[in-house]
């Protein structure tokens, strides 16, 4: 704790990226020595960021392992998918330590990763070298990793609000049916007629139905959480706002279950865990409620006529979808307390 850990952020030009120099500008143990980008290499990024005029100077480096390591201790990979598939395993070689927010490592399974991603994978040794960073369920596998999968933002959103659930048999995991909505960040800088204001504004519209490469990421940590296969129905909805996503899940309940029972059980599954925060009876919550935080907040709602509960799950997708929950695992990574440079209140309005 005498000297501070030095990062480096690939993909700095992004969403994840640029959110990462935000929450890292405040930690108090990291400091930000390189901001990398191939497309803008030699440019300032406040040039593409003027919101971090005088805040950050320096010129986007390039790509390249051996200078990266020369500057850091740890990477953040927040590039496309696909780019660290190759990235990674050089800089693990040359005794960096790897975060990768893009979703290379999230899947075990090669021929899986290459069916929903439609791109090469990682090779099977690194795949199984990479720590799933669920940081609330798998905390304790991330301490002392090298290579942390960072979960995905509908992932996070969907896993948070199913785990305890599941683990306690208290569902059908088969009767799993998940309704997302995202805001069009999750989407990323690039300019696509999808997320054209014309084309979202007073819009609202599911894409990627049954095929959205989210679907075996939450269907493999249901597995494992359930000890059996799991198969989901998984449907993403973009919806007119920047930030946030709400996870709208319902599933058959076994047994005679209350809302107070889901409400007993998910605050003794999470506590300690303060980046979960457990509606009371009766309240649901909202995207706004997390907005620019590390938060994921939960509520319920059983439905004794049809034998069924729906949750509700809210996050921001940059934050505890990505950025956030990237420097939440770098945390637990070097054994510090979890909560370090993200203990900030959520903006609203």
């Not at 960072?150 to 959103?157: K, Q």
């Not at 989901?232 to 047994?255: D, E, N, Q």
Request: charged share 20%.
């Amino acid at each position: 704790m005498d000297s501070k850990i030095k990062a480096a952020i690939v993909g700095s030009t992004g969403y994840g990226g640029v959110e990462l120099i935000r929450l890292l500008a405040s930690h108090p143990q990291i400091e930000v020595t390189s901001v990398i980008s191939s497309s803008n290499a030699g440019s300032p990024i406040a040039e593409g960021y003027p919101h971090l005029t005088e805040i950050r100077t320096e010129l986007l480096d390039g790509i390249e392992p051996a200078a990266i390591a020369a500057k850091a201790d740890v990477v953040f990979l927040a590039a496309p998918a696909g780019v660290a598939t190759k990235l990674a395993p050089q800089l693990l070689e040359v005794g960096l330590k790897v975060i990768d927010v893009s979703g290379d490592f999230r899947l075990k399974s090669p021929a899986l990763y290459e069916e929903w991603y439609k791109k090469e994978p990682a090779g099977q040794a690194h795949l199984d070298r990479a720590v799933y960073g669920l940081a609330e369920v798998f905390g304790e596998e991330s301490k002392g990793a090298d290579l942390i999968a960072n979960p995905g933002c509908y992932p996070t959103a969907a896993l948070l609000g199913l785990i305890p659930a599941v683990a306690e048999g208290w569902i059908d995991p088969a009767t799993i049916i998940i309704d997302a909505k995202s805001g069009v960040s999750g989407a990323g800088r690039g300019a696509s007629l999808g997320t054209h204001y014309a084309e979202i504004n007073e819009n609202f519209k599911a894409y990627k139905v049954n095929k959205h490469q989210h679907i075996p990421e939450i269907e493999q940590v249901l597995e494992r959480v359930a000890g059996k296969p799991v198969t989901t129905t998984f449907t993403a909805h973009l919806v007119p706002m920047t930030r946030g996503i709400m996870s709208t899940m319902y599933a058959t309940i076994s047994g005679d279950r209350s809302d107070r029972d889901f409400i007993d059980l998910y605050r003794r599954y999470y506590e300690n865990r303060r980046f979960v925060r457990i509606r009371s009876e009766g309240v649901l919550p909202a995207t706004k409620e997390v907005f620019g935080s590390n938060y994921c907040d939960i509520g319920f709602a059983v439905d004794k006529r049809t034998g069924r509960v729906t949750i509700v799950s809210v996050i921001d997708n940059l934050v505890k979808g990505a950025a956030g929950q990237a420097v939440q695992n770098l945390n637990l990574l070097m054994g510090w307390d979890e909560q370090l440079g993200l203990e900030f209140v959520p903006v609203y309005p």
